[in-house]
């Protein structure tokens, strides 16, 4: 099993900046990519950022150049930097991890983000 624990959401102003961290603890599976879900109201959810344990980084192009995705081993948490965030950017944030020999994934609660202009 994998859990996962999502925070560093909050309220911030248009260009303002936060930081997410994901907390997570496994046992019975190694954890392969760690993925940064979004998912805004009447929306579906979209990948917006992921890292794979060999560091290799993906960002969906709205988030590009503004959102770094990182992994601290000896902490065991990812983090989301949110630079120069966009109404657009509103959304409950979700922490996934794709673990296991058959990539099984797992969510955190998610944790809410809300850009005002």
């Known amino acids: 099993q994998v859990q996962l624990v999502e925070s560093g959401g909050g309220l911030v102003q248009a260009g303002g900046s936060l930081r997410l961290s994901c907390a997570y603890s496994t046992s019975t599976f190694s954890i392969n990519t760690i993925g940064w879900y979004r998912q805004a109201p009447g929306k579906q959810r979209e990948l917006v950022a992921s890292?794979?344990?060999?560091?290799?980084?993906t960002y969906t192009d709205s988030v590009k150049g503004r959102f770094t995705i990182s992994r601290d081993y000896a902490k065991t948490t990812a983090y989301l930097q949110m630079n120069s965030l966009k109404p657009e950017d509103t959304a409950v944030y979700y922490c996934?991890?794709?673990?296991?020999?058959?990539?099984?994934?797992?969510w955190g609660q998610g944790t809410q983000v809300t850009v005002s202009s």
């Open positions: 890292i794979t344990r060999g560091g290799i980084t």
């Open positions: 996934n991890a794709a673990a296991g020999i058959n990539d099984y994934y797992f």
